[in-house]
C-alpha cells in the first residue's frame, strides 16, 4: 500500500498543474505563454541546473557517468527512430528524428524525478536536462535546419550555466547561501511555470496524422524505457540513479523540438513533429505512472 500512495504523490502534483494549464488553455485561447518560454529559457531553466548540479546534490563522478548513460540512450532513440519514420514513409527522416531522440526531461521528467527521489534525484536528472538542452541547441537546429550554427547555442543562458554549474561540481565548490536560496525559490516557480504551459500547449498542439503520430508516439514512450532498461541491465546500475535514468527515458517528446522545428523546418515537417509531442504527451499519461511505480519498486 505504501509504494502506491508514493506514486499518487509523484505523480498527481505534476498532471495536476498540467490540467491546471490545459483548462486555462481552453478557457483562454489567446492566453499569451511567451513570457512563460521567455522566462524559462532565460531565468527558469539556468536557475534549476545552478540549484541542482550542486556538490550537495550530486557528484562530478555521477554527473559524468549519467551524462554518458544518456548519450547512450539518445544514439538509441535515434536508431529507433531512423527505423520507425522509414516504417512510416517518411519523407524527411532528419527533420522528423528530433521527438524521437529529444523526450521531455525538463519539463515533466525533472519534477517527477524530484517527487520520486528528492534531491538526489534531481541532481541525476539536472545532468540528464542539461545533456538534452546542449543536444536542442546543437543537434535539434542541425537536423531541423541541416546546417550548424554555433550562434544558438552561444546565445543560450542555459550553455553557460552548464559549463559554470560543471566546473563548480568538477572543484566541489559549494554554491553561496544566497544563490542557492534564491535559484531554489527559481526553480519551484520554473517548474509550475512550465507545467502549466505543457498544458496549455496540448490545447494548441493539433494531430494531423492520427494512425503515423499514434505509431511513433508509442515507438517513443514504449521503446524508450526499454532502452533505459538496456543501459542499466548492461552496466549493473541500481539505486534511485538508475530510477532516474529509467524514468528520464520514459518520457514523451519535448515540446522544444516543435519551438525549434517551428523556427528551422518546412510546415509539413512541423506539422509531423506537433502531432508526436501531442500523442505521445496523452499517451505518457498512461504510461509515466506505471513507469514510475517500476522504478520505486525495484530502484529504491
Not at 43 to 70: C, E, Q, R
Not at 153 to 161: D, G, M, V
Not at 195 to 207: D, F, H, P, Q, Y
Request: glycine share 6%.
Amino acid at each position: 500500500m505504501e509504494i502506491y500512495i508514493k506514486l499518487f504523490e509523484v505523480i498527481f502534483p505534476v498532471f495536476f498543474i498540467i490540467g491546471i494549464g490545459y483548462y486555462i488553455g481552453k478557457k483562454d485561447k489567446k492566453f499569451d505563454t511567451n513570457f512563460i518560454t521567455n522566462f524559462a529559457a532565460n531565468v527558469g531553466s539556468p536557475a534549476m541546473i545552478i540549484y541542482a548540479l550542486n556538490v550537495k546534490n550530486i557528484s562530478f563522478h555521477t554527473f559524468v557517468d549519467y551524462f554518458w548513460y544518456y548519450l547512450l540512450a539518445i544514439l538509441g532513440f535515434a536508431i529507433i527512430g531512423v527505423i520507425f519514420l522509414f516504417f512510416v514513409k517518411s519523407n524527411d527522416i532528419i527533420r522528423e528524428l528530433p521527438p524521437f531522440m529529444m523526450p521531455n526531461t525538463g519539463n515533466m521528467g525533472f519534477p517527477i524525478c524530484l517527487f520520486a527521489y528528492g534531491f538526489e534525484g534531481l541532481g541525476v536528472a539536472a545532468a540528464i536536462t542539461a545533456l538534452i538542452i546542449l543536444f536542442h541547441f546543437t543537434v535539434g537546429v542541425f537536423l531541423a535546419d541541416r546546417r550548424f550554427s554555433f550562434d544558438v547555442i552561444l546565445k543560450s543562458p542555459a550553455f553557460y550555466t552548464i559549463v559554470i554549474s560543471v566546473l563548480l561540481l568538477y572543484y566541489d565548490i559549494e554554491l553561496p547561501v544566497f544563490v542557492e536560496n534564491t535559484t531554489f525559490l527559481l526553480m519551484y516557480a520554473t517548474i509550475f511555470l512550465i507545467l502549466m504551459s505543457l498544458g496549455i500547449a496540448l490545447t494548441r498542439l493539433k494531430v494531423f496524422s492520427l494512425k503515423r503520430s499514434l505509431i511513433s508516439s508509442f515507438a517513443r514512450v514504449i521503446l524508450g524505457p526499454v532502452v533505459g532498461f538496456a543501459i542499466i541491465y548492461y552496466f549493473n546500475l541500481s539505486g534511485f540513479a538508475a530510477g532516474v535514468l529509467l524514468i528520464q527515458c520514459s518520457m514523451p517528446s519535448a515540446i522544444l523540438n516543435f519551438l525549434v522545428g517551428s523556427m528551422y523546418s518546412p510546415k509539413e515537417n512541423v506539422d509531423n513533429v506537433a502531432s508526436m509531442i501531442f500523442i505521445s504527451t496523452v499517451i505518457s499519461f498512461i504510461t509515466i505512472p506505471i513507469i514510475v511505480f517500476i522504478s520505486l519498486n525495484y530502484f529504491p
